[in-house]
């Protein structure tokens, strides 16, 4: 049995009211943090397990049927195309091999050097990270985790990190957002350099076409007007719900788990 919450808001915005009605529907399960890409639905929970939505590869926006249970342990985990990256709970870094439209959860997992405290893989195969000491890295996958370029710091700091075809944002330990100028559209660059965004969040998320994230009481924000032209968008605006954690594929689904590792998925129609 799950729960059917129907919200709807009229919320401010600079250009005038953005309305938009958001249904969010808790899904049966529990995990701590969530991912959503080509290759589905992913997560892993307070045990650090690692679980994969049943019926989301290629489909992320579907409700799935059920989690399937693979083998590992990570303690965050990022989906991209046919591929799934993570980091464990000794911060080594995975990745998921094999996936495809007959075997969705792969068939292994291959550790690549380094060590990260997150990792985020956009849909082209590029990757970015931070280190326990918050240094950034960045990683030219695109082949396949077998040819893969060498790891490259990147100047700044960072939290948490996320690569996606609206580019590679991240938040900082003072909840700070920055935008990597020349990344929009998942071209795989390595950027230009850091363009502070107003407002702050704990957690940020880029898809296509989409930034979304939340603060640190929970608070869920979309960026507006997020485009090739504006990479960095117009404003935020408040969505309906507390998460810890959202993530989104594009700006028709998001999945998020909230403080009591409740699982969520939100459906909206501007």
């Not at 965050?76 to 980091?87: L, M, N, T, Y």
Request: aromatic share 12%.
């Amino acid at each position: 049995m799950f729960l059917v919450l129907l919200v709807v808001a009229v919320l401010a915005a600079q250009d005038g009211c953005w309305a938009a009605t958001i249904t969010w529907t808790n899904i049966p399960g529990s995990l701590k943090q969530i991912s959503v890409g080509p290759a589905g639905v992913w997560g892993v929970n307070y045990a650090n397990n690692i679980w994969y939505r049943n019926s989301t590869r290629s489909n992320p926006d579907d409700y799935g049927s059920g989690w399937t249970k693979l083998d590992g342990s990570l303690k965050q985990i990022d989906v991209g195309q046919d591929v799934v990256w993570g980091v464990n709970s000794n911060n080594d870094i995975w990745v998921r091999t094999g996936i495809s439209d007959t075997n969705p959860v792969g068939t292994g997992w291959q550790q690549v050097e380094g060590n990260l405290k997150h990792v985020s893989v956009s849909n082209n195969g590029y990757v970015w990270g931070v280190n326990s000491d918050n240094t950034i890295f960045y990683r030219n996958c695109r082949l396949g985790a077998n040819a893969c370029a060498d790891w490259v710091a990147i100047y700044g700091a960072s939290n948490q990190i996320s690569a996606g075809g609206a580019g590679v944002w991240c938040v900082n330990s003072a909840d700070q957002i920055y935008y990597r100028t020349g990344t929009f559209g998942d071209n795989g660059g390595q950027g230009t350099g850091w363009q502070k965004v107003d407002g702050a969040l704990r957690y940020v998320s880029s898809g296509n076409g989409l930034v979304i994230g939340v603060n640190s009481a929970g608070q869920i924000f979309k960026r507006q007007g997020v485009s090739a032209t504006v990479p960095t968008g117009t404003h935020w605006v408040q969505l309906p719900g507390v998460l810890k954690v959202v993530d989104g594929f594009d700006n028709n689904t998001y999945w998020g788990v909230n403080a009591a590792d409740q699982i969520w998925r939100g459906i909206t129609q501007a």
